[in-house]
């Protein structure tokens, strides 16, 4: 029997580490996610209020993207991750205790500062230490980490909200304790400058966001990573439930396996894809992933069955693979390895995405229908599709040794 491959290879060890980093801050967080909305209702607010506590979280965090982009570059990725992950921590602990509304709702919003700071430095040292020809491989095995963490987690925290509204709270603390002294010990000094070296990023001086938005490749990534968020984490997560029951007459379990087959379909792709774009070119994969979203918004107007809905929920798992590690291989390239405050901006596209998409797209089913919904979404990944073609490929060899020049 042959075996398994490897999915690090040849990576920098770095890339294990925060792999790892990942998936236990995205299971501590699917753990606690099913508890938020219950815990924050035991204290006798509306549904509204109950929303906010979440919403909250998603709010600080896109609003202290610029600010994580400038302390990385002051003090260091590992610095900023591990004071990250500290806070959301520490947070978490805190909010399990709390013993009123608002101090959840502050706690909350505490720890939206903290996920800033870990995930724009967590993708800034991803980069930084991955070489031209493995960004795509990095991107991938990065994000699968968070993938299996996130559909692993509402396994246990089901279970476990139903025992106690606190306890998924301590249990979230605790995976991230686990991430935290994993960054700390084997995210060596050391080690980031041998890396460093090998990626050609040692000596480069971080590229700044004025430089990096004047580039057409990172100004395509920023709105393919928008799309990605409209679509994929706001649409995907929030009409989705409310389609499959109000629009195809479906029992709520259809939407559990729509969304688990477009998470293992999304899981299956991503290693694959990395190596693509490693090996092919940014450019082609990035149009493809925008083009599965932009396919799968349409199916998901015209389905009217539910073959044809799971069809279009392993279209959308497809695309977001795909632009998942197309669109952060081409930032990489872009900054030549360095500069995290268009590192922020990247990721804000993604949040701001995810708070504007459910919105929009849940008045528009409100107003006319989930179909126009439907294709409205796939307009905005149309949109982020015609940014692809005009930017020029960012992995030719001329171009991966520092900053792409504006286009």
Known sequence: MRALRNPFGSLPPEVAVLTAVAFSVALG????????????????????????????????????????????????????????????????????????????????GIGGFGSALFTVSSFALLMRVAAPGQRGR????????????????????GPLTALSLRAPFFVYAA??????????????????????VAAGTADVAPTTLGT???????????????????????????LI?????????????????????????????????????????????????????????????LAGSAPLFMVGMALYGTGSALLGV?????????????????????QMASDAGAFLGPLVAGLLADTASFEVAFLATAAV??????TTLVMPETSHPKQTSGPEQPA
Do not use: C
């Not at 549904?47 to 994580?68: D, E």
């Not at 389609?243 to 087959?261: D, K, N």
């Open 138 to 157: 990095s991107a991938g095995t990065y994000q699968t980490g968070f993938l299996l963490g996130a559909i692993a987690g509402p396994a246990f925290g």
């Open 381 to 386: 990944s149309g949109l982020a599709f015609a």
């Open 241 to 301: 439930p409310l389609f499959v029951v109000e629009g195809l007459r479906l029992g709520p379990s259809w939407t559990g396996a729509g969304l688990v087959l477009s998470a293992v379909v999304q899981a299956l792709v991503l290693i694959p894809a990395g190596r693509l774009v490693d090996s092919r070119g940014r450019r082609p994969f990035l149009q493809a992933g925008a083009a599965f979203s932009m396919t799968a918004g349409v199916a998901m107007a």
């Open 29 to 108: 967080f699917g753990i606690v996610a099913p508890a938020i909305p219950l815990f924050a209702k035991a204290f006798g607010v509306s549904n509204f209020a109950a929303g906010a506590v979440i919403s909250v979280f998603a709010l600080v965090r896109f609003a202290s993207a610029p600010v994580a982009g400038r302390l990385v570059n002051r003090l260091g990725e590992r610095v900023v991750l591990a004071s990250g992950i500290g806070i959301v921590g520490v947070s978490s602990l805190l909010a399990g205790l709390s013993g009123s509304y608002a101090q959840l709702i502050l706690l909350r």
């Open 212 to 238: 990096a938005i004047r580039s057409s490749a990172y100004r395509a990534a920023v709105a393919n990573n928008f799309a990605v968020g409209w679509a994929i984490f706001g649409v995907r997560s929030s």
């Open 175 to 196: 995976t991230l304790l686990v991430a935290g002294a994993v960054a700390m010990v084997f995210l060596a000094r050391t080690a980031l400058r041998e890396h460093e």
């Open 326 to 346: 197309s669109s952060a291989a081409v930032v990489g390239d872009v900054i030549g390895g360095r500069g995290s405050t268009p590192v922020a901006a990247f």
